[in-house]
């Protein structure tokens, strides 16, 4: 098809947008012609997410004018946004947690009667089911977004575009979420959405996801764009150079692990959901040692976040152990146990209380066989680092400034510390040395509010604060997800020192590329088990995704025998 006959459905003309202390577009101009997928490619904090919130309305430029199918517009809210047929899925989802799908899908477009206004959501409900067959989404629509896996909700956010009937559709990020498999099929769907003559923007940091899908992709750095190429004219190494300024080595150099002794061992560990009546960790054992690698695989919702959070604290165990340096951070403890300390500390107290000793006799045992869960803090004084799937719900304290969210983990150490008062400028060093290091960018450096900053600003910033302390256990959930490639390449030679400074890692990661580029030992999940062990070097990407479709699986002395070979 020839240039003139194409028809421009947006045009961003010399679009700017300055916040205090950063201009996040700088005389940006862009196209979208129907029917075609154009990605949008650019560094964190390159001004991607600041340029389609401008076009949908959640900000307004400073300069420049925007065109929809010809005609000048202005869009001063999403309203607006919506009334020209331009929909946006959000990098974060806005949600509403209590709610569910099917409420979420049509909250402000509500289906009501003529004659008195009341709601009527089960008209809409068989339209929805058609559009989740189509488009091939296994969504519950009456499940609340609460207890939803973050890739259920990424598609409750598609759904809610879709049931608008917009044309223009701005896909933030879209599969920084989603399994290998949903990604290969939301591909699909875009290209289907595409055949029926929508048009789509499409922000991505994974460059083989921008060839395979896109038309043309333009390419921002620091606020400024730096052009725009035909996707067929153009390959992965000349991107990643535009887009970061320097080549970037997508395979990270590594020398083979040396493990020592086990640092964590997981026991016969069970984890039970009294909701849904049903064990999503099944009595599962594994061992991360000193020095290694382990990746955990799998399709997401086989119980990877289950055992993180067993692992962290954030949920309890039904059976089962888990130990870090001989000490038990998330063990079972029979009722009888419960009931026996809880006399116990009630004779300590009684007898603090009168000013007498304990009787030898009656001295407490129990307390010192069976420790109680740990909390999340002395987890973390432990030695374990934590970096967590859902970096807003989990990671961050989104109103906090920066140098405060750097510091969440050792604020009460002695260097942030004087005559019980924190130290603000010790803050302030620290931030600014993890700053420069990590390359976190901001509008007002320390002083910025975290909930300003891009996603992938906020992942650096958990990944800088996690990374930089002395911990002998890393558990890192999707740790580069929303990263450009050069930020990739970075936090991964730092997993591998961390690695090489006798820490243990355990990976959780839905990136089979990033799965085979980091491990020592793969493990497989699969409905809440481990059905299978790999050495990386001698599995591929095909065996491993047999496993994590439970098309095969290994028995337990295989994986025995596996984890003793290695």
Do not use: W
Request: with cysteine; aromatic share 6%; glycine share 8%.
């Amino acid at each position: 098809m020839s240039e003139e006959q194409f028809e421009n459905v947006i045009e961003l003309k010399h679009i700017t947008k300055v916040f205090p202390g950063i201009k996040a577009n700088d005389d940006i101009s862009l196209t979208l012609r129907k029917g075609e997928i154009h990605a949008l490619l650019g560094e964190n904090g390159a001004g991607k997410s600041t340029l389609m919130s401008v076009l949908f309305g959640l900000y307004q430029q400073d300069g420049g004018e925007i065109y929809v199918r010809g005609e000048k517009v202005k869009i001063k809210n999403p309203n607006d946004a919506t009334r020209y047929g331009i929909g946006m899925v959000h990098q974060h989802f806005k949600l509403v947690g209590c709610y569910t799908a099917l409420q979420n899908i049509i909250l402000g477009y509500e289906p009501v009667t003529k004659a008195f206004g009341f709601l009527k959501p089960k008209s809409v409900r068989q339209s929805l089911i058609d559009l989740c067959e189509k488009f091939h989404f296994k969504v519950d629509l009456d499940k609340k977004i609460d207890v939803m896996p973050v890739g259920e909700q990424q598609k409750v956010e598609i759904l809610k575009m879709l049931y608008r009937n917009n044309d223009i559709l701005i896909f933030d990020e879209p599969t920084a979420v989603l399994t290998p498999q949903e990604i290969e099929e939301l591909m699909q769907s875009m290209k289907q959405l595409v055949s029926e003559g929508k048009s789509i923007l499409f922000i991505s940091h994974k460059l083989n996801e921008i060839m395979e899908v896109s038309d043309r992709v333009t390419v921002l750095r620091k606020g400024r764009c730096l052009g725009t190429l035909n996707t067929k004219d153009t390959d992965v190494n000349e991107l990643s150079r535009l887009m970061v300024g320097r080549d970037v080595k997508l395979v990270t150099d590594k020398k083979p692990s040396t493990p020592g002794k086990p640092i964590l061992e997981v026991n016969n560990l069970v984890v039970h959901d009294k909701e849904k009546k049903k064990d999503l960790i099944k009595n599962i054992s594994f061992k991360v040692r000193q020095g290694e690698v382990v990746c955990v695989a799998g399709i997401e919702g086989n119980g990877q976040t289950d055992l993180v959070y067993a692992l962290t604290g954030l949920s309890k165990i039904k059976s089962g152990e888990a130990i870090l340096h001989d000490v038990p951070i998330a063990n079972f403890m029979p009722k009888d146990v419960k009931k026996k300390i809880k006399a116990e500390k009630k004779i300590i107290k009684q007898c603090k209380k009168d000013g007498t000793e304990i009787p030898p006799s009656e001295v407490p045992q129990t307390i010192d066989v069976h420790l109680e869960k740990l909390s999340i803090r002395e987890k973390s004084t432990c030695g374990i680092s934590h970096i967590p799937e859902d970096r807003q719900k989990y990671g961050l304290a989104l109103d906090f400034n920066l140098k405060d969210n750097l510091v969440l983990q050792r604020y009460f150490a002695k260097e942030f510390q004087a005559g019980g008062f924190i130290k603000e400028r010790a803050k302030e060093e620290y931030a600014y040395r993890l700053i420069e290091q990590y390359d976190i960018r901001s509008s007002l450096g320390p002083k910025t509010t975290v909930r300003s900053m891009s996603g992938g600003n906020q992942q650096k910033a958990i990944i800088a604060r996690e990374l930089d302390r002395d911990s002998s256990l890393l558990i890192a959930v999707q740790p580069t997800r929303g990263l450009d490639v050069g930020a990739i390449e970075y936090i991964h030679k730092q997993i591998i020192k961390h690695r090489d400074e006798n820490a243990a890692v355990l990976l959780i990661s839905l990136e089979l590329d990033e799965v085979m580029n980091l491990s020592d030992r793969i493990l497989v999940m699969y409905n809440g088990e481990i059905v299978g062990e790999f050495d990386p070097k001698k599995t591929n990407v095909n065996e491993l995704g047999l496993y994590m479709s439970g098309a095969k699986r290994m028995t337990k002395e295989e994986i025995q025998q596996i984890e003793e070979a290695m």
